[in-house]
């Protein structure tokens, strides 16, 4: 006899790096999957094989409409994003659009089915300058379009649910890595940019001295929390922070990489950018919800990332055709 499914779930982003994984763990939990993606930074391979694919953008309201009517979803959890906090300053129309413009196709399409809940992850680019470890409790101030992104859709989901009634839950993950991250994405993810490059003999490239801390996630650490929130009732409206504790400058950071990659490369430093100096979180919130667990440390992450992507082997990176702004735009990001 077949096993009766726990409910249909739509996860956009799910041939992505935490969208995938997030869509495996629900798959694992006994839900019905089905994954939008675009593919603009993931790959069909990343589906889980028991999950029904569809290509197409959020940003395509007719296609929501279809899809919905069509599947009649209980969940939507929306990880399909371009996140490049230090790009989006150069990509603002490209940014909005897609960060927020499709997020609320989404949500109107959520409202209008009245799905059980949506789940939405946002980023601690919301919080901006404010000083860490960042809590909940702090008043966002987001610094670049795609955390302002975030934010603004973090606020939708608030007003939708005061006057609709929508369930929401918001996580916000911070610098998280692991299998099945896009290796060939030059303007985010450093530990996959520093694992390419390394594979390929070149320089790690580091935005100013280096000394800028992130504490970094482990994906195993991130994307069974995220699939199993829906089935916490208590959760729903709340937001969480989610991720490593501890923090590590991008200097350490580019060290440990060559030691999990077992080579070594010349590092190079290049103008800074504009961005936050000091970025990590407070995670007291999400472990009074979810019980107490033992994190990956950096360097177990690091190890079994590394076989990965070996495996996985040199990615190339094709030049970005939507910058909008040139002006002040890091060189290493100019077209070759």
């Not at 997030?22 to 930074?41: F, K, P, Q, R």
């Not at 089915?113 to 919301?126: D, G, L, Q």
């Not at 996580?171 to 450093?190: A, C, I, S, T």
């Not at 995220?226 to 200097?251: L, M």
Request: charged share 25%; glycine share 8%; net charge positive.
């Amino acid at each position: 006899m077949a096993k009766t499914s726990k409910g249909k779930v739509l996860v956009t982003g799910g041939a992505g790096f935490i969208g995938s994984h997030v869509a495996a763990e629900l798959v694992g939990l006994g839900y019905e999957v089905v994954v939008l993606d675009d593919l603009s930074g993931g790959f069909k391979d990343n589906v889980p094989p028991k999950a029904k694919f569809i290509q197409g953008s959020i940003t395509d309201a007719k296609l929501l409409e279809k899809l919905f009517q069509q599947h009649r979803f209980d969940y939507v959890f929306h990880l399909a994003a371009y996140a490049a906090e230090g790009l989006s300053h150069f990509i603002k129309r490209f940014n909005y659009t897609n960060n927020v413009v499709g997020s609320v196709n989404l949500i109107n399409e959520a409202v209008k089915h009245a799905i059980k809940c949506f789940v939405f992850t946002s980023s601690i680019a919301v919080y901006g300058d404010n000083k860490p470890p960042l809590k909940e409790s702090l008043t966002p101030h987001p610094e670049d379009p795609y955390g302002i992104a975030k934010f603004a859709v973090e606020l939708e989901l608030k007003a939708s649910h005061k006057m609709f009634g929508l369930n929401y839950i918001i996580f916000r993950p911070h610098n998280v890595y692991g299998e099945n991250q896009n290796l060939g994405d030059k303007f985010r993810n450093v530990i996959g940019i520093f694992m390419n490059n390394i594979m390929q003999k070149r320089p790690l490239v580091i935005f100013g001295d280096g000394e800028q801390t992130r504490a970094f996630s482990d994906i195993s650490d991130v994307a069974p929390l995220i699939a199993q929130s829906i089935e916490r009732p208590e959760c729903y409206t709340e937001t969480f922070n989610i991720g490593a504790d501890q923090p590590y400058t991008v200097n350490a950071l580019a060290h440990a990489v060559m030691k999990a990659m077992k080579s070594k490369v010349l590092i190079t430093h290049v103008e800074a950018r504009n961005e936050v100096k000091h970025a990590y979180a407070d995670h007291a919130k999400v472990r009074k919800f979810f019980g107490r667990r033992k994190p990956v440390g950096l360097e177990q992450g690091l190890g079994k990332m590394a076989a990965w992507a070996k495996k996985a082997g040199i990615r190339s990176s094709k030049d970005f055709e939507e910058i909008e702004i040139y002006k002040l735009l890091p060189s290493v990001w100019r077209k070759k």
